[in-house]
């Protein structure tokens, strides 16, 4: 939709009519709109393009974190290492099943965020400050914004410590002023940067959405967080199973699919303990504050950590899956095994600094209970399963997956799976605990340290490959006959899908207005009218008249009780096999006149009148204000008076009118206060008609009616943005001129 509105009228589309009869396209959030990288899906197939951009940023995700490593003055190879690491994490791999590109994009960005800010700190405030506030821009626009929220978390909580580091060398305050501006500088940079996407639709989801009301609060927060068995997979990532297609095992947690992971590998895990207890760095200690800051996080309702946050933080009541947040623990896991490699580099170089005996406790020790478990779950697999559920998830009995089938079966079916898994994981951090032992007794060369890197690598791409795979998007997407009949039908309708199997977004794909659909994001009005989360509304038939539902997908099977939409019988327009088309000629025109109203002070009584009340909604509209011209019931004259669709465009809606005395015209389209109405060319004022749709008093004698979708909060972040854009460009060339000309003059100075 996006690329072929772009291509046709080289503007971004400003309203999706397609779905829940039409909210905000960049207010409500449609995916990476403004992100830099989107320009790749105007380039040859749109479906290449996309798996294409996901897999260029996991790329990135492992230059990014090189750059970030040597920042922290780790050598090649210890860079390297924590590359891989990051960059073959399951973590961040796995997002390519569900197609979570946001999250892909913001955990391979987050890497630039730690180096320019600890740049900041050394050299060229004013530069690194800059480009720190384009990284954070751009991640804003991926755009993620719970995800660009913890990433703000982590970049405060960095610049804190060393802020505290600063000022423990310096002795002083003064000095820490500057970097604490700076930083400040930055995030103001990264706003304004992305204030196109972000201002519009903060003020949207926090206003006009309904996650500014009913999606908030504890259920809601601690929904989709990592449970004992998700946090289990850390050491044995095939523990808790997954619901990938490609996978030999199936999920069986708490939650109630699993399409990802959130383990960080297995060899990343045991490196990063080893960088954590012995690489004697400061900023190991705030990366392992912060990778356990995040896991308990993660760990939502699982523990009582929790409630701090959910009292404590902004926000956090409103955000939804806890563990998203793994991504700092995969770049704090990622860091720490560097700086474990380098910590056995420097030891080799100077035999003074000895790792002590602690370290054979770790090298060993991990390894012991990795081939312990692996031998538990060979020998008396069963018995551990019946004991974890017995602890942990005594619920999982009556959990059904289907009929006759629980979560605890699932979990006894993946034994197998979860058996290969752990002597895997005794396999892959065996072989690296061998090889670091035998570099660190100065038996082999620093090949046995290009050996470790190698099998995080390996052993990524042995997991993470269950993620991967290829489709024919012609298999959801292509014209199918159902699609083909809706485009033949003419006028305005709407399409109630009933159909379970078929896919929520196929007919909108094709132009074809729906109902319902799937964003989750809709405009708060039409949400509420449409019963809240469970859509406890959309069977009710006043509802689906008004909406112009003139077509249900339902299965073949499926009926409708006599009169149940009015006086007009519904009637079997086409069949399909499995699903049929029935064609309800009750449903409502899209436009119409009305020469009736009643006031409402609150919208959900309106909704309430609409669902349950007696009034025929064809020939009285409710309205929230009163119109600003005497409009009155008339039963001898009019009877001639219309209105039709002349033209229904994305952002603009053209009416015809044959109207002999004042009345009120309704338009069944979704109000917004970005829609400017006009009367003959006119300005008139935009009434809300019950509870959600648009209307407009229409004096006698008009002839046309203009919708146009003008958003003024569009406007204003549009400019900041283009503003911002000019300003960090510029910053960047007069650094670089300046970086030339002192390269210039240095090279005149040599003799």
């Known amino acids: 939709f996006y690329i072929e509105h772009v291509r046709q009228h080289g503007s971004v589309p400003q309203w999706n009519p397609y779905i829940f009869c039409g909210l905000p396209y960049v207010e409500a959030f449609h995916g990476d709109i403004f992100y830099p990288l989107s320009i790749l899906k105007f380039f040859g197939s749109i479906y290449r393009m996309l798996g294409i951009n996901l897999f260029l940023h996991i790329f990135l995700a492992g230059i990014f974190m090189y750059f970030t490593a040597r920042q922290f003055k780790l050598s090649k190879m210890a860079a390297l290492m924590s590359s891989v690491c990051y960059m073959f994490a399951p973590y961040l791999v796995s997002l390519v099943a569900p197609g979570h590109d946001g999250k892909i994009f913001v955990t391979s960005l987050f890497p630039l965020v730690i180096l320019f800010l600890d740049r900041m700190f050394e050299k060229n405030a004013l530069l690194n400050a800059t480009l720190l506030g384009l990284v954070l821009g751009v991640t804003i626009l991926s755009p993620h914004p719970q995800m660009s929220y913890f ?66 609060g504890w259920e809601w927060a601690t929904s989709w967080s990592m449970h004992e068995e998700e946090a289990f997979s850390l050491v044995v990532p095939e523990f808790s199973g997954t619901n990938s297609s490609k996978a030999n095992s199936f999920y069986w947690g708490k939650n109630n699919f699993k399409d990802n992971s959130e383990s960080v590998g297995t060899v990343a895990l045991f490196a990063a303990l080893i960088g954590l207890f012995f690489s ?45 947040i793994m991504f700092l623990f995969s770049f704090a896991t990622a860091i720490l095994a560097g700086m474990a490699l380098q910590r056995l580099i420097d030891q080799r170089r100077d035999s003074s600094a000895s790792l002590g005996k602690r370290f054979h406790y770790l090298v060993l020790g991990w390894p012991g209970l990795l081939i312990v478990l692996a031998l538990l779950f060979g020998v008396a697999g069963r018995g551990l399963i019946s004991m974890w559920l017995s602890v942990f998830y005594p619920e999982a009995a009556n959990r059904l997956v289907q009929k006759g089938v629980s979560r605890a079966d699932i979990a006894y079916q993946n034994l197998s799976s979860i058996a290969t898994g752990a002597w895997l994981a005794f396999l892959f951090v065996g072989l ?160 119409y006149l009305v020469d009736r109203y009643r006031l409402f002070a609150d919208r959900k009584e309106v909704h309430e009148q609409v669902v349950g009340g007696t009034d025929n909604l064809r020939e009285i509209v409710y309205l929230e204000q009163e119109p600003n011209l005497s409009v009155a019931a008339d039963s001898l004259s009019g009877g001639g008076d219309s209105a039709w669709v002349v033209e229904h465009a994305i952002d603009s809606v053209i009416v015809g009118l044959s109207c002999s005395r004042n009345q009120i015209l309704v338009l069944t389209d979704n109000y917004y206060d970005a829609w400017q109405v006009f009367v003959d060319g006119a300005p008139a004022s935009l009434l809300r008609a019950y509870g959600t749709f648009r209307a407009v008093a229409i004096p006698a004698g008009s002839k046309h009616v203009l919708f146009k979708y003008e958003s003024p909060r569009y406007r204003t972040g549009r400019l900041v943005t283009w503003l911002t854009a000019v300003y960090v460009a510029a910053v960047l060339a007069i650094s670089l001129v300046r970086g030339r000309r002192r390269r210039s003059a240095r090279e005149s100075e040599r003799p």
């Open 151 to 216: 990433t703000l978390w982590a970049a405060g909580a960095f610049t804190l410590f060393r802020l505290i580091v600063l000022y423990r060398s310096s002795k002083t305050l003064a000095v820490t002023v500057r970097p604490a501006v700076m930083a400040v500088y930055a995030v103001i940079i990264g706003l304004l940067l992305s204030a196109i996407q972000f201002y519009p639709g903060y003020i949207y989801t926090s206003e006009f959405s309904p996650r500014a009301d009913s999606k908030s």
């Open 280 to 324: 004697r760095r400061k900023e190991a200690y705030f990366f392992g504050g912060l990778a356990i800051l995040a896991l308990l996080y993660a760990l939502g309702a699982t523990t009582p950590v929790f409630k701090l946050f959910y009292y404590l933080v902004p926000k956090v009541k409103s955000l939804r899956a806890p563990s998203m």
């Open 432 to 591: 690296a605990a061998l090889l670091i032992w035998f570099y660190w007794r100065r038996r082999g060369s620093i090949g046995l340290l290009a050996a470790v890197v190698v099998l995080p690598v390996i052993d990524g791409v042995r997991f993470d490959s269950r993620f991967v795979s290829t489709f024919d998007p012609n298999q959801a997407w292509a014209s199918t006959p159902l699609t083909d009949f809706f485009k033949r039908q003419q006028g305005e309708f709407r399409v109630m899908n009933l159909a379970p199997n078929l896919q929520a977004d196929i007919l909108p794909y094709h132009g074809i207005e729906v109902v319902t659909g799937y964003h989750g994001n809709q405009l708060r009005w039409f949400d509420e009218l449409l019963g809240g989360l469970d859509m406890r509304n959309q069977l009710n038939p006043r509802f689906l008249n008004l909406v112009g539902a003139r077509f249900f997908v339902t299965p073949s099977n499926r009926q409708f009780p006599p009169g149940y939409f009015g006086e007009k019988p519904v009637s079997i327009a086409a069949n399909f096999g499995q699903i049929q088309v029935v064609q309800n000629e009750n449903a409502f025109p899209r436009v």
